[in-house]
């Protein structure tokens, strides 16, 4: 390998590393400090894991699966997609999550508000 194809490799590396942490940011409002987020490239042709969703077409040869896996004690919570590109692979699988966290997110407000309306119902019955 040629100097040449070293700094167009660290540039790449470099690039697909600023790329990562520019789609992790947008899992702030669903994380804390104490939150371990990993992006994962897995095998593509590991048959012993179940099959992400696939983004591309038969003819397409190189194959990237990506996971990204949000852990805090024994909780976590992961997306994967695979796609030629990688930069799609990354993306597919933050929105992926992303719909996961806020669906979550949606049950927990439901739950919390279906609460909060029978205990005020509660405190307004009047005891005869």
Same mark, same amino acid.
């Given at each position: 390998?040629?100097?040449?194809?070293?700094?167009?490799?660290?540039?790449?590396?470099? *690039?697909?590393?600023?790329?990562?942490?520019?789609?992790?940011?947008?899992?702030?409002?669903?994380?804390?400090? @104490?939150?371990?987020?990993?992006?994962?490239?897995?095998?593509?042709?590991?048959?012993?894991?179940?099959?992400?969703?696939?983004?591309?077409?038969?003819? *397409?040869?190189?194959?990237?699966?990506?996971?990204?896996?949000?852990?805090?004690?024994?909780?976590?919570? @992961?997306? *994967?997609?695979?796609?030629?590109?990688?930069? *799609?692979?990354?993306?597919?699988?933050?929105?992926?999550?992303?719909?996961?966290?806020?669906?979550?997110?949606? @049950?927990?407000?439901?739950?919390?508000?279906?609460?909060?309306?029978?205990?005020?119902?509660?405190?307004? @019955?009047?005891?005869?």
């Amino acid at each position: 390998m040629n100097q040449n194809d070293n700094n167009s490799s660290n540039d790449s590396n470099n *690039e697909i590393q600023s790329y990562i942490y520019q789609q992790i940011a947008e899992f702030q409002p669903f994380v804390t400090p @104490e939150t371990l987020v990993m992006v994962v490239a897995r095998d593509p042709n590991d048959e012993n894991e179940q099959g992400p969703e696939q983004f591309v077409t038969d003819h *397409e040869k190189q194959i990237h699966r990506i996971a990204i896996v949000l852990k805090e004690n024994d909780a976590s919570i @992961e997306a *994967e997609a695979s796609h030629s590109n990688i930069f *799609e692979a990354i993306r597919f699988a933050k929105e992926s999550l992303l719909e996961k966290l806020i669906q979550i997110k949606d @049950e927990i407000d439901d739950s919390a508000e279906r609460t909060q309306a029978i205990q005020t119902a509660r405190a307004n @019955e009047q005891i005869h």
